[in-house]
């Protein structure tokens, strides 16, 4: 069965400091991975999403960027941190049938 | 712009007490609904699919049900182990998903 694994659960991190969040999937080849922000009280936010090695699109200009070095990871980073990243940071894959499964999420504090 | 809308955002249910929640939508081509049930501090889990009106998915206490406007989720006879945030999403004619903010339901013993 397919799973989905996120790292680290929760970090507190200074503004102006780098990140990286992973995720890796497991159980499936060539999935379609994203990157969803989720801020208190609304709904989840795509940031990024790729459906292959190296190939990323940005759905929202922002202080984020993602990268696929293998086919089944994805990591999201930042070079400096603003106090506006902080969220919770879901990454999930997609089933050919339109569902999204998701990781346990990141929590991301700057301070 | 594809749309989705959940009302209420909170809703405090006695056990046993069954209640239903809104997800209205506008979407060009619907391809899919979704519902989600998120724990505090955990990833959303996926529920259901509904592709087109009139659907109906039911899973234990909770039934799914759809139109050419909105989705309900239908909760019977809830426990405290059904407080969660339940979210209602919805993928367009490019596959795209859109997710509404939730509808946060706490259910007292």
């Known amino acids: 069965s397919q799973t989905i694994h996120q790292w680290p659960a929760t970090l507190v991190q200074p503004v102006g400091s780098p990140l990286s969040l992973e995720c890796t999937v497991e159980g499936t080849s060539n999935p379609n991975l994203y990157w969803y922000r989720q801020a208190a009280g609304r709904g989840l936010q795509l940031l990024f999403y790729?459906?292959?090695?190296?190939?990323i699109s940005s759905e929202v200009p922002q202080n984020l960027s993602a990268s696929r070095p293998q086919d089944r990871q994805f990591i999201l980073s930042s070079k400096k941190l603003l106090l506006s990243d902080s969220g919770f940071y879901l990454c999930?894959?997609?089933?050919?049938?339109?569902?999204?499964?998701f990781g346990e999420g990141s929590r991301l504090t700057v301070l | 712009e594809d749309q989705v809308t959940q009302s209420p955002e909170a809703l405090r249910l006695q056990e046993g007490e069954s209640s239903s929640l809104n997800c209205s939508y506008t979407?060009?081509?619907?391809?899919?609904l979704f519902w989600y049930r998120q724990d505090p501090g955990k990833g959303p889990e996926f529920l259901f699919t509904l592709y087109s009106a009139g659907e109906e998915k039911e899973k234990e206490r909770l039934k799914a049900t759809l139109t050419k406007k909105e989705s309900f989720l239908h909760i019977t006879a809830p426990k405290p182990e059904d407080s969660a945030t339940y979210l209602c999403a919805v993928s367009d004619s490019w596959g795209k998903l859109q997710f509404g903010a939730g509808t946060q339901v706490v259910v007292t013993p």
């Open positions: 979407v060009s081509g619907l391809r899919g």
């Open positions: 999930a894959w997609i089933r050919a049938t339109g569902e999204l499964f």
């Open positions: 790729s459906v292959g090695i190296g190939q």
